[in-house]
């Protein structure tokens, strides 16, 4: 079983960056397409960024293109969100999830991820 842990949120101001990194221990997450999420108050959650475990780039949502980079290092096991720019509209619980080993390509749906880490609370201050 997957246990993903996510780190590195916290509060700043508008035009912060900060880096959220989701972590494993049991198994190697180079075989996991991974999906980061977040959740406001009062919103559903939504797709941020997702990285696939095979070939093919990295996917991100509209609202965060070219201020947000998904990354991983093998290494140390754990996939990165570095996100920059951040804005208000940008808080929000951040999720990372792991699809199955099967599903190797990543896409901004939550159907597709089967395991979900605790989240960590993302807040941006005007």
């Known amino acids: 079983q997957v246990t993903l842990v996510e780190s590195g949120g916290g509060l700043v101001q508008a035009g912060d960056s900060l880096r959220l990194s989701c972590a494993a221990s049991?198994?190697?997450?180079?075989?996991?397409?991974i999906g980061w999420f977040r959740q406001a108050p009062g919103k559903e959650r939504e797709g941020v960024s997702c990285i696939s475990s095979a070939h093919g780039g990295p996917v991100y949502a509209d609202s965060v293109m070219g201020r947000f980079t998904i990354s991983r290092d093998n290494a140390k096991n754990t996939v990165f969100l570095q996100m920059s720019s951040l804005n208000p509209e940008d808080t929000g619980v951040y999720y990372c999830?792991?699809?199955?080993?099967?599903?190797?390509?990543?896409?901004?749906?939550?159907?597709?991820?089967?395991?979900w880490g605790q989240g960590t609370q993302v807040t941006v201050s005007s």
């Open positions: 999830a792991a699809a199955r080993p099967s599903v190797r390509t990543c896409a901004l749906t939550l159907p597709r991820y089967d395991i």
């Open positions: 049991e198994v190697s997450l180079d075989y996991y397409a």
